[in-house]
């Protein structure tokens, strides 16, 4: 059998997976490919004599009509549109066609090529209104949202909050998108293009620095920046950047007033100490033993101030929690109250390790908790167990006493159950300075009483790097 040239021509149109069509200068199909069942759902045969126009969605009608005009005038032409033409299951279709007016009189009419491009239309779609969203968002928040290339040489996009927190225009920005260094204070530069370096590595990072000299830099920024990887590359930096103006001179403030109350609170309880000393050891006995007491009391105060000193540290330097071993850091503390208190019995439960994700003053909890329990002994001998238990998510740090019940509103407070007020707030900072530690490492704290003892179980996320 013989294929002859037009044969195959024949072929290769009914399988072509684009639609083809032969259109006559009124607008009505000539012909149609086999392509319009699966594109549009009609077998070729009901299109062919029927106008195209009644099958174009009335918006895109005079669009598709110029196309044809601007074919038809100019030679030589292929014209492309983009038009809804009907389905069979009574939807529309999204094409893109290409109007092609052959010079000679091979054919009479326009030779039409159209592809199915809903999936692509919709993509788009999708696209513009979630930019639209974007910009929305982007427009009316406060911090400075941005996009950089991986090696920070193109801007690719910066919200106006830009320009307030900088004192920097966003052109200016986008015409040099490194010039924002140039609004960093000097001091901070050389930090600030460490972080930008590890980003560009894939790190994800933040930092706090000043910037703005139009406020002689005492506007500070904390940022935050994650790096998008794309084939094993960095691709793009994308992040954040927030005035922390308010919340840096608040914390100077409190650590100016913390500062001057622990000077004078030390100042004037050494006195007082020093004359109660003088007193126990000179009075009489009701006398003394008057001064013993202040003298004691005086002791705790002071220690109550170092304490409170390491929370305000705690609180105001905001540690990133970091893998840690439990099981060294409950060996270490358990070490620190055996040389305090040669008489504590202490019973320990370890896996060989269990890395958990906490702030590193999270030994200073647990010390917390085991001084507290030899402390609060009433018979003077302190009977204690300590077991570290690793699990799927977890490390559970367990402490277990032999002292009378924790009364109830010392850890109802701490969760929140119990208000504070100004008859009771808690008999001590111990409490306080475990469950800050134990909330900044993104773990909780839990409380077991009975009148054989306590037990308080610290859960940490485990690190499953």
């Given at each position: ?23 006559d ?18 077998e ?59 010079p ?8 039409v ?42 801007l ?20 040099d ?18 972080v ?6 894939g ?32 691709d ?36 007082i ?53 439990f ?32 702030v ?8 917390e ?50 208000k ?25 704290i ?15 996320p485990?690190?499953?790097s």
């Amino acid at each position: 059998m013989t294929v002859t040239i037009d044969d195959l021509a024949s072929i290769l149109l009914e399988h072509a997976r684009d639609k083809l069509a032969v259109v006559d200068e009124t607008g009505t199909y000539l012909y149609v490919n086999e392509a319009s069942r699966s594109i549009l759902g009609y077998e070729p045969d009901e299109l062919v004599g029927e106008s195209t126009r009644k099958y174009i969605h009335p918006d895109d009608r005079q669009a598709v009509a110029d196309r044809f005009e601007q074919a038809g005038t100019t030679g030589v032409s292929s014209e492309s549109v983009r038009y809804r033409h009907a389905s069979q299951h009574g939807g529309w279709v999204w094409l893109e066609s290409r109007i092609t007016d052959l010079p000679d009189d091979t054919l009479e009419g326009y030779v039409v090529s159209s592809r199915d491009i809903s999936e692509q239309v919709a993509a788009e779609r999708d696209r513009r209104d979630a930019e639209s969203r974007l910009q929305t968002i982007a427009g009316t928040v406060g911090d400075v949202l941005w996009m950089f290339n991986a090696d920070w040489n193109e801007l690719l996009f910066v919200n106006p909050a830009y320009e307030d927190v900088f004192g920097q225009s966003v052109d200016a920005l986008e015409a040099d998108p490194q010039s924002f260094l140039d609004v960093v204070h000097p001091d901070d530069v050389s930090r600030v293009r460490d972080v930008m370096r590890r980003a560009s590595a894939g790190e994800s990072v933040d930092v706090e620095y000043r910037v703005n000299p139009d406020t002689d830099y005492s506007r500070w920024v904390w940022v935050r920046s994650e790096a998008i990887v794309e084939d094993g590359e960095v691709d793009r930096i994308v992040g954040f950047t927030r005035d922390v103006t308010n919340r840096r001179r608040r914390e100077r403030q409190l650590a100016i007033m913390d500062k001057l109350l622990r000077h004078n609170l030390r100042n004037d309880l050494s006195v007082i100490l020093g004359h109660a000393e003088c007193i126990a050891r000179e009075a009489d006995d009701p006398s003394r033993e008057r001064a013993e007491i202040i003298y004691q009391q005086g002791e705790e105060l002071l220690e109550t101030a170092a304490k409170q000193r390491e929370i305000i540290e705690l609180l105001m330097e905001g540690p990133v929690p970091v893998p840690i071993d439990f099981v060294q850091v409950t060996t270490d503390a358990i070490e620190t109250i055996r040389d305090q208190y040669p008489n504590a019995s202490i019973e320990t439960t370890c896996p060989d390790a269990a890395t958990a994700l906490a702030v590193p003053e999270v030994e200073l909890a647990v010390v917390e908790l085991l001084e507290n329990a030899v402390r609060h002994e009433p018979r003077g001998v302190p009977n204690l167990s300590v077991s570290v238990r690793l699990r799927p998510e977890t490390v559970t740090v367990a402490i277990r006493d032999n002292c009378p019940p924790i009364p109830e509103i010392e850890f109802r407070i701490l969760t929140g159950d119990w208000k504070m007020n100004d008859v009771y707030h808690t008999s001590g900072l111990g409490l306080w300075l475990v469950y800050w530690v134990v909330d900044l490492s993104d773990g909780h704290i839990a409380f077991d009483r009975s009148e054989a003892g306590n037990t308080i179980t610290l859960t940490l996320p485990r690190d499953q790097s």
